[in-house]
């Protein structure tokens, strides 16, 4: 168990709609990353939030958005959903802003959205 | 475009097996190299590497840099049917991360 937890574990919406999906880091992790597995392209890293502020931002569509709170859980919210938006979506949390041997990654389990 | 492939896409071997996974990259500014054994949901770390023909270990798996060919190997003596699962390999640019699809990886008894 990484101690970083997604909610919900599945989730299964039609195109168009609008779903949140829920993080929350490790005990004493400030930084939230999340990430997009699809089947054919790996894990593409879409945004990382460090103690409450955006800190990197990657390959993450205009129509997807997150936010890390004062409690250091975040959210990442994909709106107006197609089909190609179906993948597992990981949260991964680090105790800094940046990664070393001390701060690496822990992933959660992900959640696995499917739009149908 | 920065970018990390990884070889072979799938290897199957037979337990009591060594294996090596190749990562190489092309990336604009390196910060370290990462990997993970991912099974059936999250990844877990692995090893961390940032300088180059300092080998890390941890009981049979073992990963070593080369900073020069731009390239890091994973090796697992002794493979385990445990061992089965994919590979990770992914390169921190200090800003971002860019992964590798992965070495898919089964042992068979």
């Known amino acids: 168990d990484s101690g970083v937890t997604q909610t919900p574990k599945h989730l299964i919406t039609a195109t168009g709609q609008r779903v949140t999906l829920r993080c929350s880091p490790r005990?004493?992790?400030?930084?939230v990353y999340w990430y997009q597995q699809s089947l054919d392209q790996g894990l593409q890293f879409l945004i990382q939030?460090?103690?409450?502020?955006?800190?990197a931002k990657g390959n993450i569509l205009e129509r997807f958005s997150a936010q890390q709170f004062p409690d250091l859980h975040s959210e990442l919210n994909l709106s107006s959903l197609e089909l190609g938006d179906s993948a597992l979506y990981f949260c991964?949390?680090?105790?800094?802003?940046?990664?070393?041997?001390?701060?690496?990654?822990?992933f959660g389990n992900g959640t696995r959205l499917t739009v149908t | 475009e920065d970018k990390v492939v990884q070889s072979p896409l799938s290897l199957v071997v037979h337990e009591g097996d060594t294996v090596t996974l190749n990562c190489s990259y092309e990336?604009?500014?390196?910060?370290?190299l990462l990997w993970y054994k991912q099974e059936k949901k999250a990844p877990t770390f692995l090893f961390m590497l940032?300088?180059?023909?300092i080998e890390k270990k941890s009981g049979r798996l073992s990963s070593i840099l080369d900073k020069k060919e731009l390239f890091s190997i994973l090796n697992i003596t002794a493979t385990q049917t445990g061992d089965s699962a994919v590979y990770l390999c992914?390169?921190?640019?200090?800003?971002?991360?860019?992964f590798g699809t992965g070495t898919s990886l089964t042992v068979i008894p």
């Open positions: 991964a949390s680090s105790v800094g802003g940046s990664l070393s041997a001390d701060s690496p990654l822990h």
């Open positions: 005990s004493g992790d400030l930084s």
């Open positions: 939030y460090y103690n409450g502020e955006e800190r």
């Open positions: 990336v604009t500014n390196f910060r370290s």
């Open positions: 940032t300088s180059s023909g």
């Open positions: 992914a390169v921190d640019t200090g800003n971002q991360f860019y």
